[in-house]
């Protein structure tokens, strides 16, 4: 800690050496009004370390260049993961005020940085002579990768264009984050309260407790029951209630949010920010978005996309328009046609009806706690992981678990924490992101910098005293996570630019799908899968009718997602001159395509977090199912030798793909543990698109 940063320490605990619990922040000594002043001096600080690393008098070498500038900046990049992890999981409208206010400053810096003409010259220079360096793969990797970084940031721009793309990114960024909090605002806005029986009709019982838990939560009096905006009340909604009129007014709120005319609406925000972004991809020399994103992925094109995209889409369509008539068989007599917000509740009665599985019964078979126990389980007997709760360690919320993470000779292998359930001020869906990323030497010779890793979910909070239970499809969410949380724990590479989760787009959900399938193997489910109150097993009867119902509705989803695929790509890579109206625009793609109405988006695009939060996925939608075709071909390896667990092959996964981030070139990776290229045909069984055999 340096003497300015000792000055301020005692007034910000942001600026504090963080010493116990192996780095974690002091949570509840942090607050609002810390950010600014803290980031401010981060940024300076910062901005010191790569004039020192620009300017010094000796030659470029990899040490005192590419290896210098991944260190720098660690007060920065401490301050910043933990204000994104707040302000997703904790918001609070003191923090959204910060994010603000730090929106522009932060691109700028970024700005800077990647424009900063001495340092790239460095860079530039060790990159040019790359062949004579003697580098090993990883040091060669990561300058590759470092280069790329730069000049994806616009550092070979000259003149007006490098100040010009500056300020398009500085307004991007602002654009960001009135998008995500125009979404969060929306669905903390809205509440159906429930206040009789007939507004319960077909409501379950957990649904019930759960609704229930949520009004005490929110305040409202004794008896009333609340149905929010977030995802599992939505889903769940829409799957048990009766009350056709109050699907509609959920359906109709979850799928407008961000489109609602006011101080919310984001129509106009998406139309800016995809004019920006075509600004920059011009800039940079391609001819749309979609191609400037694309160009740093497997993929490599929209070509590419569009190809496997097309290969799902139609078959998902005809196993779609087979489920319609399932469904409208179901229907028969009530009086009115299958609509958008009729689908998952009548799904749910064929899913019982034809499969005898009901939704209620399966769920008390799957208490969150008892999953938990089988991520780590799981976790041990392929990598031999434990996971030891740390009830004293400071966290940003009570329903945060932290855990300590060990390999199976005792050594740290970094800190889990978990933060499962929904609640105001949190941004739905799921996700993983980390306070530290692995990496050595970031302190020095020798040293090894442990992850501090954060799974977070969305599903509902029970009430008091009872279990969470967990749908299968949620339990599905807490494993794909945990398959993230793995990717950052496993992470075994020098440089922090390279860890973790740190790949490219479409091959970061390998991992996170590949063990999905550890859900469904039977010895998990009979071990873990117990009912909450008898402690039973799943029996082996209801196994068989949950697998025999595994693939009903799976056109349904396969729709959805490859619609919201289709049409993300569709927006970045036309000229934003020919959109004139965002829903139009919208609703045209998918007319075009042939979506049928009673299926609709999974995300549409004025509350479409992954494409207008950030860039992150913006013309990648796409990735889950090129990863899909990735982790299906790689677990049929396990299904090849009967042994789910089979060490070896365990150890190969381990040591191909998630121990070595960005190390390596992710293609090879899958080569390295598969022994060839990926096969498509493996996820098309899995979904049950491939035709039915003669």
């Given amino acids: ?63 005192n260049t590419i290896a210098a500038f991944d260190r720098s900046g660690r007060l920065l990049v401490r301050i910043e993961q933990l204000f994104y992890t707040l302000t997703a999981s904790v918001n609070t409208p003191e923090l959204q005020a910060v994010q603000r206010a730090m929106a522009m400053p932060l691109a700028a810096h970024s700005n800077a940085v990647f424009m900063n003409r001495a340092l790239f010259a460095r860079v530039e220079s060790l990159y040019q002579r790359r062949a004579t360096l003697a580098l090993g793969p990883e040091r060669l990797r990561m300058l590759e990768r470092t ?47 429930l206040r009789s029986e007939a507004d319960l009709q077909g409501l379950p019982g957990f649904v019930r407790d759960s609704a229930l838990q949520a009004a005490r939560e929110r305040g409202h009096e004794q008896g009333v029951h609340l149905i929010t905006l977030s995802r599992p009340a939505v889903m769940s909604f829409l799957s048990f209630s009766a009350r056709r009129d109050l699907r509609e007014q959920v359906w109709r709120a979850w ?49 590419a996309v569009q ?9 998902a369509k005809d196993a779609a328009a087979r489920e319609a008539a399932e469904i409208e068989a179901q229907m028969q007599g009530c009086g009115h046609a299958l609509q958008a917000w009729d689908w998952r509740y009548y799904a749910e009665q064929v899913r019982q009806t034809r499969y005898a599985v009901n939704a209620a019964e399966l769920k008390a078979y799957f208490p969150l706690d008892a999953m938990v126990e089988a991520l780590f389980d799981c976790a041990d007997r392929l990598f031999g992981l434990r996971f030891e709760l740390l009830p004293e360690a400071p966290s940003y919320h009570p329903d945060v678990k932290v855990y300590q993470v060990s390999d199976a000779d005792g050594s740290p292998r970094g800190l889990f924490l978990h933060d499962n359930f929904a609640r105001t001020g949190k941004r739905s869906g799921a996700w993983m992101n980390a306070l530290r990323w692995q990496s050595r030497g970031m302190e020095g010779p020798g040293s090894h910098s442990l992850p501090i890793i954060l799974n977070t979910n969305n599903f ?34 020098e440089f922090e630019r390279l860890s973790g989760t740190q790949v490219l787009r479409d091959f970061v959900e390998l991992p996170s799908q590949i063990f999905e399938h550890w859900l469904s193997v039977p010895e998990v489910l009979k071990r873990h899968a117990r009912h909450w109150q008898s402690g039973e ?77 950030g860039s992150s996925y913006a013309a990648g939608y796409y990735v889950y199912l090129w990863a899909e075709v990735l982790d299906c071909d790689a677990y049929e390896a396990f299904a090849a030798l009967g ?10 996964l381990r040591s191909c793909i998630l121990s070595v981030g960005n190390s390596r070139e992710p293609g090879q990776a899958f080569r390295d543990f598969r022994g060839r290229d990926p096969r498509v045909e493996p996820m098309l069984r899995e979904r049950g698109l491939l035709p039915e055999p003669i």
């Fill in 147 to 193: 280069r790329l970084d730069f000049v994806r940031a616009g550092a070979l721009l000259e003149g007006d264009d490098r100040c010009r793309y500056a300020a398009l990114t500085e307004r991007l960024a602002e654009l960001n984050t009135q998008f995500a909090q125009h979404v969060l605002a929306d669905e903390n806005s809205f509440e159906l309260q």
């Fill in 643 to 652: 042994d789910p667990f089979d060490p070896a092959l365990a150890e190969k």
């Fill in 255 to 303: 799928v407008s949010r961000g489109e609602q005319p006011g101080a919310t609406d984001n129509r106009a925000i998406v139309a800016e920010l995809l004019a920006l972004r075509q600004q920059q991809a011009e800039l940079l020399g391609y001819a749309c978005y979609a191609d400037y994103a694309l160009a740093d992925t497997m993929a490599g094109s929209r070509a």
């Fill in 307 to 315: 190809a496997l995209l097309d290969q799902v889409w139609e078959p």
């Fill in 537 to 613: 097993p799943i029996s082996d009867e209801m196994l068989a009718r949950l697998k025999a119902a595994e693939r009903f509705n799976q056109g349904y989803d396969t729709v959805r997602y490859c619609a919201s695929a289709l049409v993300d790509l569709a927006a970045h890579g036309v000229h934003p001159t020919s959109i004139t109206d965002i829903s139009a625009f919208e609703l045209e793609a998918m007319k075009a395509a042939g979506l049928p109405e009673a299926i609709g988006l999974n995300h549409r695009l004025c509350h479409f977090q992954h494409l207008f939060s």
């Fill in 460 to 493: 509902a909070k029970p009430a008091v005293g009872q279990p969470a239970l967990l749908s299968f499809d949620e339990a599905r969410t807490l494993f794909h996570e945990f398959g993230h949380g793995l990717h950052g724990l496993l992470s075994e590479v």
């Fill in 1 to 63: 800690m340096t003497a300015q940063h000792r000055a301020v320490s005692l007034a910000n605990s942001l600026l504090e050496d963080w010493p116990d619990c192996q780095g974690l922040p002091p949570f509840q000594r942090i607050h609002a009004e810390h950010f600014e002043p803290a980031f401010a001096l981060a940024l300076r600080a910062h901005a010191d370390e790569l004039g020192a690393i620009a300017s010094q008098s000796a030659e470029p070498d990899f040490d």
